[in-house]
Structures are given as structure tokens and as C-alpha cells.
């Protein structure tokens, strides 16, 4: 079975642009979530959703950041503008509505 | 406010030893604990886990402990091999908390030959 899908693996770009990070879930998976991890604060987790809604965002550090979840196999995380401080590994997670969560490779984000 | 707490953030084994990694925790709400194992440049990997209605749970070489009074788990690698050298979370949910994992820092666990 297939994993869970981010891309891009690795995402270069300078302060003030658009970032969007993607997710394709565990196919029956129901819960989808949003990681960011950093040397300062380990994995924190940003935003949740179960079947597609926004369960809870408290994690989201700022109105620069989104994240939606059109359909059962698809999320998107975005950044706009972007900043320095948003360099971090983002990990995106899911679940059949109860733990574990199953993990992708992340997306490694660096903001010049 | 650290709500999981892996506080060594490096362990040191010889192969074929046991490994012991710790976790405490101060949410009495947590009632569900696992661990993950990470290797660098991959996702956090699930490993074992523990409901508090137990205070065991085995998987192979792999043993979780858990102390409800003490708020303390502990994950118990016997034995020790080299490619169990990798980075691991403790994390836990509960009640209240929806589907939410709270995560330790980890620990960088080598297994030196």
C-alpha cells in the first residue's frame, strides 16, 4: 500500500513568496495532520482535519499560514508571505480517525 | 508548556545490549502512549504502543512500560542492534483531545558495534 505522498521534497525560495506544500493521505485514512518540526521546538503539531473539515487550528502559528482539504485525498498547506523563521521541516499525517498516524518523508523548506 | 518530556536527548548502547528510553508526561487526560522511531531524511515511523489499561505492551525486541502514578513510559530494546540507531518520539493522546498526538523532543538513540 501506498504511503503517505508530500511533495515537494525539498522547496528553496526567497522571503515574501508563496509556498504551498502538498499531501496525498493513506487512501481510507480519514484524519489528515499537519506537522512542522524544528530544533527549537521538536514536532509540533499546526492543524487537523477529520473528513475533510478543519478540526482544530490553535497550532497554526499565523494568519500567513493556511491549510485546506478540498477532497478525501488531498491537503495543502500554504505560506504567504513567507519568511526566514518559516524554515523547517513540514510533515503531513494520517489516520483512520484513531492513532497511529502514519507519516510521510516531509518537505524540507528553506526560506532565504 | 512541554507536556511530554523525553529528557535525554542522546543514549549510547553496545550492540546486543538492552536500550532504554524514557518518557514523562504531566496530562492525566493522556490515556493512549506510542512511540515512533525517525531516521534522517524520512518520516517519524510508528513503533509500539500502549492503552493505560495496561502496563505492558511487547512487540519482538521491542517492550513498552508503562507507570500511571509516576506518569512515566519507558521503551526497552533487547537486543540492541545497529540499525536501530535513529531518533525516538514518545508521544500520547487522550480524551478530550480528538485524534491529537502530543509529541516528546526524541532521543538520539546509537548503537554502536
Known amino acids: 500500500d501506498a504511503g503517505v505522498i508530500q511533495s515537494p521534497r525539498h522547496e528553496v525560495t526567497e522571503m515574501g513568496q508563496e509556498v504551498t506544500l502538498r499531501c496525498k493521505p493513506i487512501s481510507g485514512h480519514n484524519s489528515l495532520f499537519w506537522y512542522r518540526q524544528t530544533m527549537m521546538r521538536g514536532l509540533e503539531l499546526l492543524i487537523y482535519?477529520?473528513?475533510?473539515?478543519?478540526?482544530?487550528d490553535s497550532g497554526m502559528p499565523e494568519d500567513r499560514f493556511s491549510a485546506k482539504m478540498p477532497n478525501a485525498s488531498f491537503s495543502t498547506l500554504k505560506i504567504q508571505p513567507s519568511e526566514p523563521r518559516d524554515s523547517a521541516v513540514y510533515f503531513c499525517?494520517?489516520?483512520?480517525?484513531?492513532?497511529?498516524?502514519?507519516f510521510g518523508d516531509g518537505t524540507r523548506l528553506s526560506i532565504l | 508548556d512541554q507536556q511530554v518530556k523525553q529528557n535525554s536527548p542522546s543514549l549510547s548502547v553496545q550492540e546486543g545490549r538492552i536500550s532504554i528510553l524514557n518518557c514523562d508526561y504531566t496530562?492525566?487526560?493522556?490515556?493512549?502512549f506510542l512511540w515512533y522511531k525517525k531516521y534522517p531524511a524520512e518520516g517519524p515511523t510508528f513503533l509500539i504502543s500502549?492503552?493505560?489499561?495496561?502496563d505492558k505492551n511487547e512487540d519482538g525486541r521491542f517492550t513498552v512500560f508503562l507507570n500511571k502514578s509516576a506518569k512515566h513510559l519507558s521503551l526497552h530494546i533487547v537486543p540492541s542492534q545497529p540499525g536501530d540507531s535513529a531518533v525516538y518520539f514518545c508521544a500520547a493522546s487522550g480524551t478530550g483531545g480528538g485524534n491529537k498526538l502530543t509529541f516528546g523532543t526524541g532521543t538520539q538513540l546509537k548503537v554502536e558495534l
Open positions: 499525517a494520517s489516520s483512520r480517525g484513531h492513532p497511529p498516524q502514519h
Open positions: 496530562n492525566s487526560m493522556f490515556d493512549y
Open positions: 482535519f477529520n473528513n475533510n473539515v478543519p478540526i482544530d
Open positions: 500502549i492503552s493505560s489499561i495496561k
